[in-house]
C-alpha cells in the first residue's frame, strides 16, 4: 500500500461502482496496475473503494470494458484543497495580508522612553538616536543591535557616565545615569593667594591684596604670594587677595618609541552575509560568497522577529567580515627621537591649563635599548601659580 502522506499530497478519491459485476472490475483495475484500497460492499450491486486521483483516466478505460457504471463520491488531498482555496482566495490574500502587516508592526519601533535624564541630555540622546538611525516607525532589524546602540550614545555624548539599552515589544527604553557635576563652591572674598607649586615668579598683576613677594623670588609649594591683610599690623582690614601670579614651573617626562611596530588596521573592505537563523539552522539568503580574506574580524547581529508579542523561532542574521592589513612601521633613530619629543610635548599639554606656555625643553638623556628609543625630556613652563586659600575669622 501507498505512502499515505503520498496519498494525501497527491490526492485521492472515493469511487462508488453499481451494476453487474463489480467484483470483477475491481479485479480488472487490480489487473491493470490500478492502486484501490479499502473496498466495502455499500448495497447488493454497488461498492465503494479508494484510488489515487492521478489513475482516474486509467479507472474509465477499464469500465468502459464492464457492465459497471462509476460515480465520484468525494476528493481529498491537496489538489482539492488548492481548489477551495483558489474559490476563496480574495479571504486568503486578505487574510495573508492582514498576518503581514500585524507582524511588520509587531517589528517596528513604536516608542523610545528616555529615564533619569534632564531635559538637555534626553534632547541629545534623541537627536543622537535620530542621528544613528534609530527613530519611531523604523523596522527593528534595520536598526543597530542594543550594545552598539548603547557604545554609540556613550561615545558622542559627554554628559552621561553610563547608558542602559533595553528593547521590550516595540520600545525603546534607555535608563540613563549622568556625571555628577561638581557643586560650584561660591568662593569667600576673604583669603589669600599662595603658591601651588615650586616656580621662580616671573610675572605679578595684584589687583587686591598685598604682595609678599616679587618677580624672580624662588616660592614653595603653600607659601604666602599675596595676602589678604591689609593696612597698619595693630588694626589689619581683611580683603579677598585677588591677581595672576605667573611662575616658571619645571616638568620632566620620559617616553619611549620603538623603532619596529606591527599594527593591524581595517582597510575598509568588507563584506556583509545574511542569513535567516529557524530554530537553529541558517539559512543564507544573501552574500554567499566567501571574500577571501586572510585577515579579517567577523561581526555578528541576530534580531529576533516578534508577533505580537511572542518571539518567533526565527532570527535575521548578519554576519560582517572586515579586512584588515597588518603594517609595519620602521623608524630610524632621528625618527623616533622626533616623533618621541613630539609625544611627550602632547601628553604634557594635557596636563596644563590652557593658559600655561612651553618656553623650553631639554633632553637629559637618551638611549636605545631593546629595539626603543628611550628619552627623559625636562621642559620649562610659565604658568599661574596662585591658588586662593580663605582666612578666618580670628587667624
Known amino acids: 500500500m501507498k505512502n499515505q502522506w503520498t496519498n494525501f499530497y497527491t490526492g485521492y478519491v472515493k469511487v462508488k461502482a453499481y451494476g453487474k459485476g463489480t467484483e470483477r472490475l475491481v479485479n480488472a483495475l487490480v489487473r491493470n496496475g490500478i492502486h484501490v484500497w479499502d473496498v466495502t460492499r455499500s448495497g447488493p450491486d454497488s461498492i465503494l473503494f479508494f484510488m489515487d486521483l492521478d489513475e482516474v483516466p486509467s479507472l ?9 457504471k462509476v460515480s465520484f463520491v468525494h476528493g481529498k488531498g491537496g489538489p482539492f484543497i488548492l481548489k477551495r482555496i483558489m474559490k476563496n482566495s480574495g479571504f486568503l490574500a486578505g487574510s495573508i495580508a492582514f498576518l ?25 540622546i534623541r537627536k543622537e538616536l535620530k542621528n544613528i538611525g534609530v527613530k519611531v516607525g523604523k523596522l527593528q532589524f534595520l536598526v543597530y543591535d542594543a550594545e552598539s546602540i548603547q557604545r554609540k550614545l556613550s561615545e558622542r555624548i559627554d554628559s552621561v557616565t553610563w547608558i542602559g539599552v533595553e528593547l521590550k515589544g516595540t520600545t525603546y527604553h534607555f535608563q540613563v545615569v549622568e556625571k555628577k557635576q561638581p557643586k ?4 569667600t572674598s576673604l583669603q589669600n593667594l599662595v603658591a601651588i607649586k615650586k616656580a621662580v615668579i616671573t610675572d605679578m598683576f595684584i589687583e587686591k591684596g598685598q604682595p609678599k613677594v616679587k618677580v624672580n623670588d624662588y616660592v614653595n609649594k603653600g607659601q604666602l604670594l599675596v595676602s589678604g591683610l591689609i593696612g597698619k599690623d595693630d588694626n589689619p582690614q581683611i580683603v579677598g587677595a585677588k591677581g595672576v601670579i605667573k611662575g616658571e614651573t619645571w616638568y620632566k617626562s620620559n617616553v619611549e618609541v620603538p623603532l619596529k611596530t606591527k599594527f593591524s588596521v581595517f582597510n575598509g573592505e568588507e563584506r556583509t552575509k545574511h542569513s535567516l537563523l529557524l530554530w537553529k539552522a541558517s539559512v543564507p539568503i544573501w552574500g554567499f560568497r566567501d571574500p577571501g580574506y586572510k585577515s579579517f ?25 572586515r579586512n584588515k592589513e597588518v603594517i609595519v612601521r620602521n623608524y630610524t633613530a632621528e625618527q623616533a ?10 601628553d604634557l599639554s594635557k596636563q596644563l591649563h590652557r593658559d600655561a606656555r612651553i618656553v623650553g625643553e631639554k633632553i637629559l638623556h637618551r638611549s636605545i635599548d631593546n629595539g626603543k628609543v628611550k628619552m627623559t625630556i ?16 580670628g587667624d
Not at 184 to 187: E, G, L, N, S, W
Open 60 to 68: 474509465r478505460k477499464v469500465v468502459r470494458k464492464s457492465d459497471c
Open 297 to 321: 574580524e567577523t561581526e555578528v547581529t541576530e534580531r529576533p522577529f516578534f508577533f505580537l508579542q511572542w518571539k518567533l523561532p526565527i532570527s535575521y542574521k548578519t554576519a560582517t567580515k
Open 100 to 124: 503581514i502587516s500585524i507582524f511588520i508592526l509587531s517589528n517596528m519601533i513604536w516608542k523610545i522612553d528616555v529615564h533619569n535624564a534632564n531635559p538637555q541630555t534626553e534632547h541629545a
Open 337 to 346: 627621537e622626533r616623533e618621541a619629543i613630539k609625544m611627550a610635548k602632547i
Open 184 to 187: 560650584v563652591t561660591q568662593k
Open 378 to 393: 625636562h621642559y620649562q613652563v610659565i604658568e599661574n601659580i596662585a591658588a586662593g586659600q580663605p582666612i578666618f575669622q
